[in-house]
C-alpha cells in the first residue's frame, strides 16, 4: 500500500506557491518558502519538498498550472515585441529621447530582418619570409621603403627634431 498524500493545502503552502509563481526568477524556492514562514535553517528543505511532485503532488500540480498561464504573459512573439517597441519608441519621441527612438526603430528592423550582422574573424601565423615578401609586395623599390620610413620617422618624431633645432638655435 502507498503512502496517502496529504490533499488540502495549508495557508503557509498557499503562500509559498503564491511567491514562487508571482516572483519566478527573482526569488529562489529557499527565499520564497523563508517569506511564506517556514524555519531559515529548514527552508531549503522544505522548499525542495514542496517542489516534489512525488511528496506534494497538488502543490506541484498548482504551481505548474499558474507557470503555464504566466507563459502566455512572458513569451514574446515577433507581433507583441513589435508592438512593444512601437509603444516605447513613441513615448521616447515624446519625451524628446531621440536616441531611444532611433534604437527602437533599429531593433524593429532587426526583428522584421533587415539587417544581419556577419562577422569573420580570421587568424594566421606568418613565417618571416611571409612578412618580407608582404613587405615586397606592398614596397615595390627600395625607395618607397626608405621614404615612407623617413616620412613614418619624421612624423614619430618631430617634435625631438624641432627641440634638436631649437637648441642649435
Known amino acids: 500500500m502507498g503512502k496517502k498524500y496529504i490533499t488540502k493545502i495549508t495557508p503557509k503552502q498557499q503562500k509559498f506557491i503564491d511567491l514562487y509563481t508571482s516572483k519566478y526568477g527573482e526569488l529562489s524556492a529557499t527565499d520564497c518558502a523563508i517569506k511564506a514562514g517556514y524555519e531559515r535553517e529548514s527552508a531549503h528543505t522544505r522548499a525542495s519538498e514542496l517542489l ?4 506534494n503532488p497538488e502543490i506541484v500540480k498548482q504551481i505548474d498550472a499558474r507557470q503555464l498561464g504566466n507563459k502566455e504573459v512572458w513569451l514574446l512573439d515577433k507581433t507583441k515585441h513589435l508592438a512593444n517597441l512601437t509603444r516605447i519608441q513613441s513615448e521616447a519621441r515624446a519625451k524628446g529621447q531621440y536616441g531611444v527612438a532611433a534604437k527602437c526603430e533599429e531593433l524593429k528592423g532587426k526583428v522584421q530582418g533587415f539587417y544581419v550582422d556577419r562577422n569573420l574573424t ?44 631649437d637648441d642649435k638655435s
Do not use: C, P
Request: proline fraction near 0%; hydrophobic fraction near 30%; charged fraction near 50%.
Open 52 to 55: 516534489d511532485w512525488r511528496k
Open 122 to 165: 580570421l587568424t594566421k601565423e606568418l613565417s618571416d619570409d611571409d612578412i618580407h615578401q608582404k613587405m615586397k609586395d606592398i614596397f615595390k623599390t627600395r625607395e618607397e621603403y626608405d621614404a615612407m620610413h623617413k616620412s613614418l620617422a619624421d612624423e614619430l618624431f618631430e617634435k625631438e627634431v624641432k627641440v634638436e633645432e
